[in-house]
């Protein structure tokens, strides 16, 4: 806390990771030598940078731009970039670390990073947008490339962003290599990709489910969140045939007791991705319950999945959603769940699982649109869907192989932490002190 005063976000994701980690270093004292603990919680790089912009109105905008860059332990540097208002050098550096251990979880070769700005997309005009991404890629440029970090969208950055980033880099480097992932298909994007963290946050819980001889088909499921991630985990848990009773975003919740249907879910994406509306606009376009203000915890459900940011589930919240007999929350966020939240839910042995390992899908699906393009291939739909299920599984191997209790029960949360962390701990032991 001394050495990094005002950063609660990453205060709060370091000792929730050793937290799980204290009891297996016990056993296993070799990961406390060599200053690999003082190593993992320090990021190899951070850069800060100013991103000016000329908006619409002729006048200039100044913003700050960041990239950390956390761990190459495994591969290259690999994580997200968000614009909103709330960003700062502690979220970044949070999710920065969690996504370190996130990407040794999925298997592939990728180290852990992350980026952003507090730029404000809201009430943005599209050529605002553009300008703002071509002036944060003319600085970001020059510590970026394919085998040295190799961003994606997250919190307000989507395929539109990815594309005016990666067309501005390819102009100021004069190369096609692979330097984003998330991009069009038109331009190397991966088929499969827009929908693989939602897909996989669903494909984790019903992972879990299975494990204790159930399945989503009936469920009751809450989504928070409207953006990327909660548009695709409200599609594939219809599919796997549970009733999804809720979404938000910063102004509210809905609430549809008849559940989500695909043509609910198409207009959903119509306001919110073409019209960069709200969900009140939703509710306004289509007449359904809109509770202004209110997150979506209240409302009894079996399955809850937490698809907005972090810290919007609190101790409180987690638990009015036990009393009211949640048996399952997969987290599609980073980070929803406060400490205390977490706790509560392992406590009352609820399937917990932390986003690190259910919302990996995204980053894993990025994985293999680096493959495809270093490969110069594009693979079919049902090949990428089929290894992102095929990850999300081996996720969920891994957490049951690490977090098993004593007592037989699983610690996803443990299960998580150790499973990344030997990963990285071994590559960074075996490379030495650099
Ligand atoms: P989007 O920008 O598409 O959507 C974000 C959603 O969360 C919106 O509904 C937004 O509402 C809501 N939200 C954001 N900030 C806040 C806030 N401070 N308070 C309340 N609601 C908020 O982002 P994504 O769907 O891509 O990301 C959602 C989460 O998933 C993030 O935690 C992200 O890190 C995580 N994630 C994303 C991955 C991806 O592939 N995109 C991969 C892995 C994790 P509003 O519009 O009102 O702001």
């Not at 009891?23 to 100013?50: K, N, Q, S, T």
């Not at 997150?295 to 101790?315: F, G, K």
């Not at 443990?414 to 990344?420: H, R």
């Amino acid at each position: 806390a001394l050495r990094n005063p005002g950063q609660p976000e990453f205060l709060q994701a370091v000792t929730e990771v050793m937290e799980s980690l204290w009891p297996f270093i016990e056993e296993h004292p070799r990961y406390a030598e060599h200053g690999l603990l003082e190593r993992l919680v320090e990021p190899e790089r951070i850069v800060m940078f100013r991103v000016s912009w000329v908006d619409d109105h002729g006048s200039v905008q100044v913003n700050r731009g960041y990239r950390i860059q956390h761990s190459m332990a495994i591969g290259p540097y690999k994580g997200g970039i968000r614009f909103h208002p709330s960003v700062n050098l502690s979220v970044l550096k949070f999710l920065a670390f969690e996504q370190t251990f996130k990407n040794a979880l999925t298997t592939l070769p990728m180290g852990g990073g992350k980026g952003g700005s507090d730029f404000d997309p809201k009430g943005k005009s599209p050529g605002e947008v553009m300008r703002f991404c071509q002036a944060f890629v003319s600085e970001l440029f020059r510590h970026v490339g394919a085998d040295t970090d190799v961003p994606a969208g997250d919190i307000g950055v989507g395929g539109r962003e990815v594309g005016f980033m990666a067309g501005m880099m390819k102009k100021l480097s004069n190369r096609a290599d692979c330097v984003f992932t998330g991009k069009g298909l038109s331009f190397g994007g991966s088929l499969v990709r827009p929908e693989a963290t939602g897909y996989g946050t669903v494909y984790f819980a019903q992972e879990m489910l299975k494990s204790k001889g159930r399945s989503l088909d009936g469920l009751r499921v809450s989504v928070s969140g409207s953006g990327n991630v909660a548009q695709y985990a409200v599609e594939k848990a219809m599919e796997l045939g549970a009733k999804v009773v809720t979404v938000s975003d910063s102004s509210g919740t809905i609430v549809d007791e008849d559940g989500f249907t695909p043509a609910k879910l198409a207009e959903l994406m119509e306001v919110k991705n073409h019209l960069y509306g709200r969900v009140s606009d939703y509710a306004a376009r289509t007449g359904a319950t809109f509770e202004a203000g209110v997150r979506p915890w209240h409302v009894p459900v079996d399955v809850a999945l937490p698809c907005a940011t972090q810290n919007e589930l609190d101790a409180n919240d987690a638990a009015v959603l036990i009393k009211n007999g949640v048996v399952c929350v997969a987290e599609g966020a980073n980070m929803p769940s406060t400490i205390d939240a977490a706790k509560a839910f392992e406590a009352a042995g609820v399937l917990y699982a932390p986003g690190k390992a259910s919302n990996a899908g995204g980053v894993a699906t990025s994985g293999l649109e680096m493959s495809q393009n270093a490969a110069r291939l594009s693979w079919p739909r049902e090949e990428v869907d089929a290894r992102l299920l095929q990850i999300m599984q081996g996720i969920h191997a891994a957490c049951l192989h690490y977090g098993k209790r004593s007592d037989g029960t699983v610690s996803y949360v443990d299960g998580a932490n150790i499973a990344g962390f030997v990963k990285v701990a071994d590559a960074m032991l075996a490379q030495g002190v650099v």
